[in-house]
């Protein structure tokens, strides 16, 4: 088990839980990032938003909210 | 028979709802390609065979959720009952993104119906949708749509007459079934302590849900509906759920994904790819994204210049209508105080509003572009970092960079801000952000002075500017971002789009005329103060109010290193930032001041006599007084009163303009006075 900051850029995965506080959640949860969503990294640098895409969706995601997000990286690619 | 019905557009930010609004009802919304431009919701009114129908544009949100204004302002209009019928648009490029809305209405019981926007980009993405399928496990009309492009239309007229409207509520069973066996015996125990046909328009599912998300205004609304004991009991029930929004979000997804795979496939066999564009690989880069967006933004800027121009150069002759009307007027026997009135005060100040909305124009016109195309998310993205410096996130670059044009324009950039604190903030301190013309004065004086050393100036401008802004978010900040401000960045980068010319510019020359109705009263009154205070009956200055003012307060305003001449056009460049110059040149040269005002853009001050006349009045240390005061002092009325209006808050915008003009003073102190230990 990863958190969404730690999962280097061109990695996929599953969400497997959302923390954090409840308007944060409701609004994590609105653009798509839910327990059991497939998602890939597309670019993840320091200092900068994670860029993931989730749902068709292209998503920037500040980094430390990310650390709320705990996700299952795929190994095989 | 005529029947009159209100029809409310629900929808995910981005999904087209504005487009839509605008083409039935004929109005110029915002539109462009980036989430979150509407923030208050909108009336219009169609005809449609006989009929009159009014239309609610409301501001997009993600859910129904109440975590911000925006989805409060929806939420309470969509349940209040005003609306006949609801339109959900969902983006079908994005439909297991943008359903969520759908599913977080499921359980309202308001007739609805579901547009299905952006066929055109689902279909080029090989999507095919079966609507029929769609419609049956909905139980409301679907309709597959382009908000942006007519033909679409009639099938949406045609709805609009059938007769069994009062049906269509969306199904809501399957996804009852799915909290059920989410949340198992806490759902069924909520169940049985609610009335059992719902509160208002609201299931009992959909209450449960909301209260599982600890939404407090649903709390409250049951609260008021079951009573303080029963609700105790619910809410016992409910705190033993976890992390409920993530739950109850997760229940309505995999109802999205069940649908999505029943109803919607894919003939193109490589689906979406999870990689970037080759443009978007450049554009987010951690190394080339900046640079390609401070490119970008540079070569935006001096386009918006160019499309300025002709607007601008309509503001600069009409001041030259004045000298042949005013003979005119007194050849035919008018007072010459009241010819002087019209004429160097109110036409002085309807020409200065023109050339002030042509930067408005300009620079919407280029960063609206910029937004349709969808890279604005981008430059979100990569100036996240020196945002959050400020307590802001991304989104708040828009209103920076659109300040460099036109602070007036800056003000309503901030729209896309989730909530006030936000908006307030960027606003405030976007207006340290130096615009088009604050830099022409400054240019011109700086080398006046200094030659090649002006570059040192503007380089001191810089650096204090940045100082200016810690400052700013100290002492407002903590003000204006409460801790449930300081969100960090969630933002979608939408797909890129192809720019609609015609609407581009029309909304530009909307936006341009709705700044000049707000600012020409003001300007025409503070002009019309101005021309009180510098008439005299022989045009020569040293007789007016002004000037006598002005030598009073010298002594004081001299400890600023201010003389009253740069003093007034200190006071005047609050007025708008090119007042100044001419005010420089109306003083100096102790001819009428206000004519000047104007006359100055006709290329006319010309550069070199004001430079002459400049140079001979104003010792160095004075020259960099001024330079500080004028390029700190607040941006010009027309923002203040865009501000307000962005802000609805007259108070704070006012606090904000003083805390501007105290601080310019004291730097231009500050300059002045370091200025002559070098000197
Ligand atoms: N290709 C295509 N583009 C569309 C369509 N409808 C809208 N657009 C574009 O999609 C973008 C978003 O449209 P808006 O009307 O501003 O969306 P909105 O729902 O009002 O967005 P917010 O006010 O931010 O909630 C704009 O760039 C539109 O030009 C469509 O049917 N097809
Ligand atoms: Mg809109």
């Known amino acids: ?77 | 028979m005529t029947e009159t019905m209100t029809i409310a557009l629900l929808g995910q930010p981005n999904s087209g709802k504005s487009t839509f609004y605008n083409a039935l009802t004929g109005s110029h919304q915002h539109v462009g390609n980036w989430p979150g431009k509407t923030v208050e919701k909108n009336t219009g009114i169609f005809k449609c065979k006989d009929n009159t129908y009014t239309v609610t544009d409301l501001p997009g949100t993600y859910s129904l959720a109440a975590n911000s204004e925006e989805e409060i302002v929806t939420r309470e209009y969509i349940a209040g009952g005003e609306a006949d019928l609801v339109c959900i648009l969902a983006d079908a490029s994005q439909l297991e993104r943008s359903l969520f809305m759908l599913e977080d209405f499921a359980g309202i019981r308001v007739p609805a119906v579901l547009l299905l926007n952006m066929l055109d980009v689902a279909e080029s993405s090989g999507k095919i949708i079966d609507v029929p399928a769609i419609e049956k496990s909905l139980g409301i009309p679907v309709l597959p749509f382009v908000a942006a492009d007519k033909k679409y239309y009639g099938a949406f007229y045609k709805l609009l007459e059938r007769r069994d409207m009062k049906n269509w509520i969306l199904d809501s069973n399957s996804l009852s079934e799915m909290y059920k066996s989410e949340f198992g015996e806490i759902y069924d125990n909520v169940l049985n302590t609610l009335p059992r046909d719902g509160i208002a328009v609201y299931e009992n599912s959909w209450i449960f849900a909301k209260l599982a998300e600890n939404d407090m205004a649903a709390e409250a609304m049951t609260e008021t509906a079951v009573g303080r004991e029963r609700f105790a009991s619910i809410k016992k029930d409910i705190e033993k759920i976890n992390n409920g929004a993530s739950h109850t979000g997760n229940c309505k997804f995999k109802w999205i994904d069940e649908f999505i795979s029943d109803c919607v496939s894919n003939v193109n066999s490589k689906g979406s790819t999870d990689e970037l564009g080759k443009f978007d690989r450049l554009a987010v880069s951690k190394r080339g994204g900046k640079w390609l967006a401070a490119g970008i933004i540079l070569l935006g800027l001096m386009v918006s210049m160019v499309f300025a121009a002709p607007l601008m150069y309509l503001g600069s002759i009409l001041p030259l209508l004045a000298d042949p009307v005013s003979k005119w007027l007194l050849d035919i026997g008018t007072a010459p105080m009241l010819v002087s009135l019209l004429c160097d005060g109110i036409w002085t100040a309807f020409s200065f509003t023109v050339m002030m909305c042509s930067f408005v124009f300009g620079t919407t016109f280029v960063f609206g572009f910029l937004e349709e195309i969808g890279y604005m998310a981008r430059i979100s993205y990569v100036f996240d970092g020196t945002m959050r410096r400020l307590g802001l996130h991304g989104k708040a670059v828009m209103p920076f960079l659109v300040s460099f044009g036109c602070n007036i324009a800056g003000a309503t950039g901030a729209r896309v801000l989730d909530t006030w604190g936000q908006r307030m903030a960027a606003i405030s301190m976007s207006w340290v952000v130096p615009c088009g013309s604050t830099w022409g004065v400054v240019g011109l004086v700086a080398s006046v002075f200094f030659g090649p050393w002006a570059a040192v100036v503007v380089f001191l401008l810089f650096a204090v500017s940045v100082l200016h802004l810690q400052l700013t978010a100290k002492i407002f900040g903590k003000r204006f971002l409460s801790e449930s401000d300081r969100t960090g960045l969630i933002m979608e980068l939408p797909p890129y789009h192809k720019a609609r010319w015609g609407s581009l510019i029309v909304s530009s020359l909307g936006k341009m005329v709705s700044a000049f109705k707000r600012a020409i009263h003001i300007v025409t009154i503070v002009l019309v103060i101005m021309w009180v205070l510098s008439y005299t009956s022989d045009g020569n200055l040293s007789g007016s109010i002004l000037y006598r003012i002005g030598s009073v307060i010298e002594p004081v305003t001299m400890w600023f290193g201010l003389r009253w001449q740069t003093f007034i056009a200190w006071l005047a460049s609050m007025m708008g930032k090119e007042g100044a110059l001419g005010i420089i040149a109306a003083v100096f040269n102790d001819s009428n001041v206000l004519h000047s005002v104007a006359m100055q853009k006709v290329v006319t001050v010309d550069s070199v006599s004001i430079g002459e006349s400049l140079s001979a009045a104003l010792t160095k240390p004075e020259a960099l007084a001024f330079i500080f005061a004028f390029y700190f002092n607040m941006p010009c009325l027309m923002t203040m009163s865009a501000t307000a209006h962005e802000t609805h808050s007259l108070k704070w915008t006012l606090l904000v303009a003083g805390y501007y003009i105290i601080v310019s003073i004291i730097l231009a102190a500050v300059a002045y006075h370091i200025g002559c230990l070098i000197f």
Request: aromatic letters at 4%.
């Open chain 1, 1 to 77: 088990m990863k958190k969404l900051n730690e999962v280097k850029s061109g990695k996929s995965g599953t969400i497997l839980s959302v923390d954090g506080r409840v308007d944060f959640q409701r609004r994590i949860t609105a653009v798509g990032v839910t327990p059991g969503s497939r998602f890939s990294v597309v670019r993840n640098e320091a200092k900068y938003p994670v860029l993931l895409k989730i749902r068709s969706t292209l998503l920037a995601v500040d980094r430390s909210d990310c650390a709320e997000i705990a996700v299952e990286v795929t190994e095989n690619d």
